[in-house]
């Protein structure tokens, strides 16, 4: 059968395998709940929500009681902290029992009472963002004169979790590099006149001179503060290209940092574009031959590993907007044109050794057929799944050969010049399902870096070939429009 790679035809095998992300995501809830505060401890905020709650919660708090925790971003992010459930006991400007929290830009706040009572001040459902990288929530409860057992509040749940700061921020004090926590309110951001390299760089003087003046800004001081963009194609821990073997292999950490795994309908794949954008195939979200599939697919992307579980542990980034190419036709099953979209994600992503963009491409010399690429994708081997991500070293193959190939087959599918192919007759290893929209990257020697030119669309069974490609270059404008908001 020729077809879509995707893997929504198969069902779930068994409770452990990482088939269902869904069952999987409840693990996960559940794993993160116990983070207890005690005095002075120290929380790194991940892209997961985490859960922070007064000791004991919802068992009623102990009086006399107090604990702080510092919760701490990476470098060049913020952490954003929400309270989900919020019950300490009402008093005068919150003198008896609060929660103080400190380090988000505006003054210590101290809250208490209970969520939408007009008692104490409950803080609702404001959003904290801390000003520098930490953030410091502390729990304070007055001793009780009298012995009550029964007292009846259950003090607080909050989620804190990463969040990117916006470019046109301060990277403030991302780069000081201290170990120590923050006492935060201490110093005033300074502001750093340094990316965070080499997954950063700062963008060229003349895009300073920016279109929507004060953009550039530090709102605090009005120091002129540079603009950090995402290096693209340039692996900290490039594959080893002097291997002679062609067949699949297994991909260190790093080796391609841009591989997403996606959850959709079934499992596929998509490569990072800058740092809120993943580029993909347009199946993977429509699928070809769907009329029993769901209309309100939940779109899951993971990246960050090369091991499924450990992704899935890294958690899902929330995807903001679906953004499918116009000329893609979910009901010919025939005709693979404009098979691209791109998602965009909620919140960008911290960019490290593990987690970098793919550059796109910009000439035609990348599609000169004989040119060795790099497919990666966590696809299906010999008729099962892997947990690892693999790669395979293939030729783009000549127009010529793949329409041969084709027409010997008697096949109907649109080979357009909007697709490329890859691969080699006699070469088994190649791409199946569950590869759907990840990409094949190329060496690009001027520019020294890796570029993905085609997106895994469709093929011709598995591992027998030529693996069909949408190319890339062929949707740069497009790509960029949407990235810059113009479609
Ligand atoms: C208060 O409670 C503690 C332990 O819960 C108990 O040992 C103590 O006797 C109690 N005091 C009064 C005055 O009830
Ligand atoms: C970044 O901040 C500026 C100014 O506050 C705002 O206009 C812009 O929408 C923000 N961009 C993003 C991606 O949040
Ligand atoms: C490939 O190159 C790396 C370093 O560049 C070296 O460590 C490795 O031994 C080489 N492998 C082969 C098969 O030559
Ligand atoms: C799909 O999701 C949207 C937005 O979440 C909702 O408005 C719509 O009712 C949903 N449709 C179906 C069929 O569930
Ligand atoms: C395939 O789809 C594209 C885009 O929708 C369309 O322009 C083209 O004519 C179609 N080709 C065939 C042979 O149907
Ligand atoms: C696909 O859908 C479009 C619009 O809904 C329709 O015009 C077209 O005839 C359909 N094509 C096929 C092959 O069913
Ligand atoms: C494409 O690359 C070739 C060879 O490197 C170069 O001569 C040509 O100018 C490039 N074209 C574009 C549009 O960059």
Same mark, same amino acid.
């Given at each position: 059968m ?6 929504g ?10 088939d ?14 116990q ?5 002075g401890?120290?929380l ?7 859960q922070?709650?007064s000791p ?20 060049g ?5 929400? *309270?989900?459930?919020?019950d300490?006991? &009402?008093?005068?400007d919150c003198? !008896?029992?609060?929660?103080? $929290? %400190?380090?988000?830009g #505006?003054?210590p706040?101290? *809250?208490?009472?209970?969520?939408g009572? &007009?008692?104490?001040?409950p803080? !609702?459902?404001?959003?904290? $963002? %801390?000003?520098?990288? #930490?953030?410091?929530?502390? *729990?304070?409860?007055q001793?009780?004169?009298?012995n ?20 046109s921020?301060?990277i ?15 110093n ?27 953009t550039w ?7 002129e ?5 995402p ?6 821990t490039?594959i ?8 699949s ?5 790093g ?7 996606t ?6 794949g ?12 347009a ?7 769907s009329?029993?599939?769901r ?23 929330p995807v903001h ?13 025939h ?6 979209a791109?998602l965009e ?6 960019l ?10 910009d ?6 057929s004989?040119?060795l ?10 008729g099962?799944?892997?947990?690892e ?7 783009v ?12 087959r ?6 357009s010049?909007?697709?490329f192919?890859?691969g ?19 060496w690009?020697?001027h ?22 490609y ?18």
């Open positions: 020729p077809g879509p790679r995707v893997w035809k198969y069902p779930c095998r068994s409770p452990h395998s990482t269902c992300p869904g069952a999987m995501w409840w693990l996960l809830l559940w794993g993160v709940l983070a207890c505060p005690t005095r401890s120290l790194l905020a991940q892209e997961l929500p985490q922070l709650t004991g919660y919802p068992e009623p708090y102990r009086k006399g009681q107090e604990s702080s925790t510092d919760i701490k971003a990476p470098e992010f913020a952490v954003s902290l929400i *309270f989900q459930d919020f300490l006991e &009402p008093s005068q003198a !008896g029992d609060s929660v103080t $929290i %400190s380090g988000s #505006s003054d706040s101290q *809250f208490c009472g209970q969520q009572s &007009p008692l104490g001040r803080p !609702g459902q404001r959003e904290f $963002i %801390s000003s520098g990288r #930490s953030l410091r929530l502390t *729990f304070r409860t001793p009780s004169s009298e009550r057992t029964a007292h009846l509040h259950k003090g607080f749940l909050a989620l804190y979790q990463t969040v990117a700061v916006n470019y921020q301060p403030s004090e991302a780069s000081r590099g201290s170990e120590a926590i923050n006492a935060p309110g201490d005033p951001a300074k502001v750093q006149n340094h990316c965070q390299e080499p997954y950063y760089q700062a963008a060229a003087a003349g895009a300073l001179t920016c279109a929507t003046p004060g800004k530090d709102r605090q001081d009005g120091e503060v540079l603009q950090c963009m290096v693209c194609g340039r692996p900290v490039p080893a290209q002097n291997q002679t073997t062609l067949g292999s297994r991909a260190k950490l080796n391609f940092p841009w591989q997403a795994f959850s959709i309908h079934g499992r596929g998509g490569a990072l574009l800058g740092d809120r954008w993943i580029l993909t195939a199946h993977t979200i429509y699928p070809k031959d009329v029993s599939l209309k309100n697919q939940s779109v899951n992307v993971f990246l960050g590993h090369t091991a499924i579980d450990e992704m899935l542990k890294l958690g899902n980034h907007r679906v953004v499918v190419h116009p000329d893609y036709r979910q009901n010919e099953s005709n693979f044109s404009g098979d691209i791109l994600l909620q919140h960008s992503i911290p490290g050794p593990n987690v970098l963009p793919v550059c796109l491409p000439n035609e010399t990348l599609y000169r004989g040119l690429g790099y497919v990666s994708g966590f696809g299906m081997e010999m099962w799944l892997t947990t991500l693999k790669y395979s070293r293939l030729p193959a000549s127009r010529e050969a793949c329409n041969a190939w084709l027409q010997k008697q096949r109907p599918e649109v080979f010049d909007n697709m192919c890859v080699d007759e006699t070469q088994r290893p190649s791409v199946c399902q569950g590869d759907s929209g990840s990409v094949y990257v190329v690009d020697d520019a020294h870096h890796w570029v993905a030119t085609g997106i895994v669309s469709w093929g011709i069974g598995c591992g027998e070939g030529y693996d069909f949408t190319k890339v270059l062929s949707y740069v404008d497009w790509i960029k429009g949407v990235m810059n908001g113009k479609n």
